[in-house]
């Protein structure tokens, strides 16, 4: 591998059982086949509609559940093939901010006991050290002064605050990794560009490689290097993020792009209304997936599924029309 390379996934799958139907077997495919690269100091945007399994694939990349399918290579080394033991190391690594910091903080710990949870798991510090890690990381995430945060608890914090102790959460065990899932989506709107130019700060500080996992466009051009698109399952479209916005190759792009919104009031531009619903991940649509939804869908692209080919340098598309 190349030495920039520090992620690489290859034929990710991850497919849930349905409950509660006995006489058949069903999965939901939520995720179907995924390969990409992600480098050194790199964020990663991976954009798509809710429900197109982008949370399910950042998950699964760090091990957090368990893949049906498909290999996970961090640091050179296939994660799914490590013992539990063998695994602990490179958790120290590779690190999440979860999406909502409601949901993902314990309501019964302070926000010592919080921070400092990862440390005493991995025993890295104990005493004043564990002391001293704890407010530092509280100091990088911008909870200024750190030592009036220590003993409260969740409850007592801001949306924003409560975010920002997930960040110093993952930042703690200074991971070279981090996954962040939506980490602004939760928060109020005239805080998530604070809680944005954070991360991009921590990136260039301590030389951190992000999945910067949202729904909005706009956020993963503000953050990111690259864009992958995705879409029930699959990835759509992967390139450089200023390239795949001025210049998207997948119908899909394109639709999700014209329905960004635009400061300028008198901008005119053709908006791309997708007709029907997003298809079950349960039962496919054979082909692309995109298909039934598609104003340019031809016969192949419902008999053959198209392959993420590279079609421009760095940039590539799953569309045989594209293609």
């Not at 990381?137 to 945060?149: M, T, V």
Request: with cysteine.
């Amino acid at each position: 591998m190349s030495e920039k390379l520090l992620v690489k996934v290859e034929n990710l799958k991850k497919y849930f059982p349905v409950r509660g139907l006995m006489l058949r077997r069903l999965w939901v495919k939520a995720v179907d086949g995924v390969s990409f690269e992600i480098y050194k100091n790199e964020t990663l945007g991976l954009v798509g509609e809710s429900g197109c399994g982008k949370t399910t694939l950042g998950r699964t990349i760090l091990r957090l559940i368990e893949p049906t399918d498909g290999k996970v290579f961090f640091a050179g080394k296939n994660i799914f093939e490590l013992s539990k033991e063998e695994l602990r190391p490179l958790r120290r690594r590779m690190q999440m901010i979860f999406q909502d910091p409601y949901e993902s903080l314990n309501p019964r710990q302070t926000v010592f006991d919080i921070v400092s949870e990862p440390l005493k798991i991995h025993g890295i510090a104990e005493g004043e050290g564990l002391r001293e890690r704890v407010i530092k990381a509280l100091e990088e995430a911008e909870l200024k002064p750190p030592e009036a945060f220590l003993d409260r608890y969740p409850h007592e914090l801001s949306g924003g605050q409560r975010q920002r102790v997930g960040i110093a959460r993952a930042l703690v065990l200074e991971p070279e990794f981090i996954v962040a899932d939506e980490p602004v989506s939760m928060i109020d709107v005239s805080l998530r560009a604070g809680i944005l130019n954070l991360m991009i700060d921590l990136k260039e500080k301590f030389g951190l490689t992000y999945l910067f996992i949202t729904h909005d466009i706009a956020q993963a051009r503000y953050v990111g290097d690259r864009m992958a698109v995705m879409y029930l399952g699959k990835i759509v479209e992967l390139g450089p993020i200023e390239e795949v916005i001025n210049e998207p190759l997948h119908p899909y792009t394109k639709a999700l792009l014209s329905n960004v919104p635009v400061p300028d009031p008198d901008a005119k531009r053709e908006r791309i209304y997708l007709k029907g619903e997003v298809p079950t991940p349960i039962n496919p649509p054979p082909g692309c997936r995109f298909h039934p939804r598609c104003p340019y869908a031809s016969p192949i692209c419902r008999e053959e599924e198209p392959e993420l080919i590279e079609v421009k340098r760095g940039h590539l598309v799953a569309c045989h029309l594209a293609a």
